[in-house]
């Protein structure tokens, strides 16, 4: 690939010296799991987010899992999440035991609807599940003013909008309760698994730990049935210095979102990405959308330029939630979306010969 879509080790090689220091930090310190590496990536992460708590787990999918299970969702309650996400969105709500209730996006943003949650309410449901698609932040406000009225928790996805903001504010400090996830390739990620809770509620947050720890807060005493879900010392140390960059290559990545637009805006049967004007994305993912969608793909793979499809097949029409509850046809925008996004590389370390090489390569496929 003359333009691979991602190279995780570039972030590296541009913080060597900084990553190399925090490795031999902890190392020497002797303490690998807790310790003040990760108390100090909390404080400074939750800093960030303009929230006052923040707590490291395992992973995204165990921040998601925690923080339903924090609020005391279960079997018998329903759960609303976007039909077109990662599945990850979904399997949290499946390990708290509570059922999923799908809800399409917008056509333009292609994050959670808040025109249709009344159409998905029910006597069980217990909370909505916004995720921030692509580095999109959804439409917070509608949603937040429909849980209000009827009672509901909102739990934001944020795996995809570590610095996003919606109508000036940062995701982390737009609801009561925000998971992340460090998965190497998100925005803020780790060199391995890592996750976190940002919540303003000191009794979540005090739960998430809680849950996150055997279901204990004193050694042998436990109150719930917990998970072993921790943030590693040496992750929270690689975190910390990554954070200290995420302005500044979110800004180059605003930078290529730009570039892209300029370059493609003429081709017709292309639709780029949309961003409404109370929304500073964090540009997680480029996706355009094109009706000839796979033979896209193949025509810029044999000129050399890397892209990934989010995501091909939506949860619900996936083998794991498949059980004849849903078919094809039951969420159209979610398998039209599937059907025709594509991912270009957009990442901080292109240069700007590999933006105007992606540039080329898709104009070169004719309209
Ligand atoms: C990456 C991702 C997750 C899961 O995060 P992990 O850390 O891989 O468990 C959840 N939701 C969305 C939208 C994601 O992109």
Redesign the pocket.
Do not use: C
């Given at each position: 690939m003359r333009v691979p879509f991602l190279d995780l080790g570039a972030s590296y090689r541009e913080l060597k010296e900084q990553l190399d220091c925090a490795y031999h930090r902890v190392m020497e310190s002797g303490w690998y799991v807790f310790g003040k590496e990760l108390e100090s990536f909390e404080e400074e992460f939750a800093a960030y987010c303009g929230a006052p708590y923040c707590v490291g787990v395992a992973?995204?999918?165990e921040a998601l899992t925690l923080l339903l299970k924090a609020y005391g969702i279960g079997p018998g309650d329903e759960v609303i999440v976007p039909s077109n996400?990662?599945i990850?969105?979904w399997l949290a709500v499946s390990h708290a035991g509570a059922a999923v209730v799908p809800v399409e996006p917008d056509w333009s943003t292609y994050n959670l609807d808040a025109h249709r949650l009344e159409a998905a309410l029910s006597s069980r449901t217990r909370a909505v599940l916004p995720?921030h698609?692509y580095g999109l932040p959804a439409d917070m406000d509608p949603i937040l003013a429909f849980a209000r009225k009827n009672g509901l928790a909102v739990i934001e996805?944020a795996?995809?909008a570590h610095g996003a903001r919606y109508k000036g504010r940062r995701v982390g400090s737009l609801s009561d309760a925000t998971a992340f996830?460090f998965?190497p390739s998100?925005n803020l990620g780790a060199f391995g698994?890592g996750?976190a809770v940002v919540t303003r509620d000191p009794k979540i947050a005090q739960r998430v730990r809680v849950l996150g720890n055997y279901g204990s807060s004193r050694k042998y005493e436990n109150e719930v049935i917990g998970h072993n879900s921790r943030l590693d010392t040496l992750q929270a140390a690689f975190l910390r210095e990554k954070l200290r960059v995420l302005d500044e290559w979110n800004a180059r990545r605003a930078r290529i979102h730009e570039r892209y637009c300029l370059g493609l805006r003429d081709l017709p049967r292309l639709t780029l990405p949309a961003v409404p004007e109370w929304a500073q994305p964090c540009h997680h993912l480029f996706v355009i959308r094109h009706p000839e969608r796979d033979r896209l793909q193949r025509h810029l793979h044999a000129r050399g330029i890397g892209t990934l499809i989010h995501y091909p097949v939506p949860p619900h029409l996936s083998e794991a939630y498949g059980f004849g509850r849903w078919q094809k046809g039951d969420f159209p925008v979610a398998e039209e979306i599937a059907r025709t996004a594509l991912s270009l590389p957009l990442n901080p370390h292109m240069t700007d010969d590999d933006i105007e090489a992606v540039v080329e390569a898709v104009r070169s496929y004719g309209g």
């Open positions: 992973n995204g999918l996400t990662y990850a969105t995720v698609l996805d795996a995809q996830s998965y998100k698994d996750g």
